[in-house]
């Protein structure tokens, strides 16, 4: 499992997150545990670290409670989305965290996987459930939405051109016989692409399969919902370390990053209104992306995307 799965970035968040662990009784949330790389790594640098890990998906918890069992006495791991982060804090009577770190997309795990129906490179069953035990499946999505719907979920969330053409293919080949499996939806999205465009970018159908992951866990209204409250559940001097692989992820960080890094006084005012300086600061300009090597050696890196806060007042 180690030799399969490369942490994104993995020495620098924890660089980013060390002034912050390093304090004694320091609390730090993965949100998103996966297979409990990053986790692992806090763990191993930060021995008085308590840490608690969320994810939503039960087979990555099985994994990372494999791997992590020596950490045993400093770890929690929680079968929970991370937009519940105060409520499991809440049960823990823990008020504010010293860390927070945020992986998101889908996981290697996930990709590699064929029966979790992610990948369009092999035929199965067409879900895309991160969690498997509840929601609709992407099967469910392909089958019953309605051809304007299915328009707005490739537009929007696969930043599609040819989403017109992909659902009218899709609504057409559905009429004849609903979609089951993956193979089937990939070479219905290839032959809606024009040859032309098929030859470049990559495989014709990742957008689109991109597009329904999306949709079917409801990633962006989840995390549009977590980022705020992950942000107010950090304690004074607490870091916060989100990594995006979407730009429409990247998009809501950066949005609700500027927005606590920023004053609130009027623009024009020579002086800082009382209660109005910003709570937040940023610890990285912009956002960084990993090194040329990271890529060569992690081919999934490629599109990360990584921003960093610290809070400085309560």
Not at 16 to 26: I, K, N, Q, T, V
Not at 70 to 93: G, M, Q
Not at 284 to 292: F, Q
Not at 304 to 311: H, N, P, S, T, Y
């Amino acid at each position: 499992m180690r030799a399969k799965h490369e942490p994104v970035m993995l020495s620098r968040c924890v660089a980013l997150l060390a002034p912050a662990l390093a304090s004694e009784g320091a609390v730090c949330v993965d949100a998103t545990l996966g297979l409990g790389g990053h986790s692992e790594a806090i763990l191993r640098a930060f021995p008085n670290v308590q840490l608690i890990g969320l994810d939503r998906d039960l087979e990555a918890i099985k994994l990372a409670t494999a791997r992590l069992w020596e950490f045993a006495d400093r770890l929690t791991i929680v079968h929970a989305i991370y937009d519940r982060i105060p409520e499991v804090l809440a049960k823990k009577r823990i008020a504010g965290v010293q860390g927070i770190l945020f992986d998101l997309g889908v996981s290697s795990m996930q990709l590699d996987d064929k029966d979790r129906g992610f990948a369009y490179s092999q035929d199965a069953p067409l879900d895309m459930r991160m969690d498997n035990s509840q929601g609709i499946s992407a099967a469910e999505v392909v089958n019953s939405y309605s051809g304007a719907e299915l328009v707005r979920v490739l537009r929007e969330y696969g930043e599609e051109r040819f989403a017109k053409r992909i659902a009218d293919a899709i609504v057409r080949e559905r009429s004849l016989e609903p979609f089951t499996g993956t193979a089937r939806l990939a070479e219905v999205v290839r032959s809606s692409i024009p040859a032309a465009t098929r030859r470049v970018g990559g495989h014709p159908a990742k957008r689109s399969f991109q597009a329904l992951r999306i949709e079917v866990n409801d990633e962006m209204s989840v995390l549009s919902r977590a980022i705020p409250l992950a942000l107010d559940a950090l304690a004074l001097n607490g870091r916060m370390v989100v990594l995006s692989y979407h730009s429409l992820e990247d998009r809501i960080v950066k949005r609700q990053f500027v927005a606590r890094t920023q004053s609130t006084s009027p623009q024009d005012l020579p002086v800082e209104l009382p209660g109005h300086a910003p709570k937040f600061r940023s610890l990285v300009r912009g956002a960084e992306e990993p090194s040329a090597e990271e890529v060569i050696a992690n081919p999934r890196s490629g599109s990360a995307k990584l921003r960093a806060v610290e809070r400085v007042a309560a």
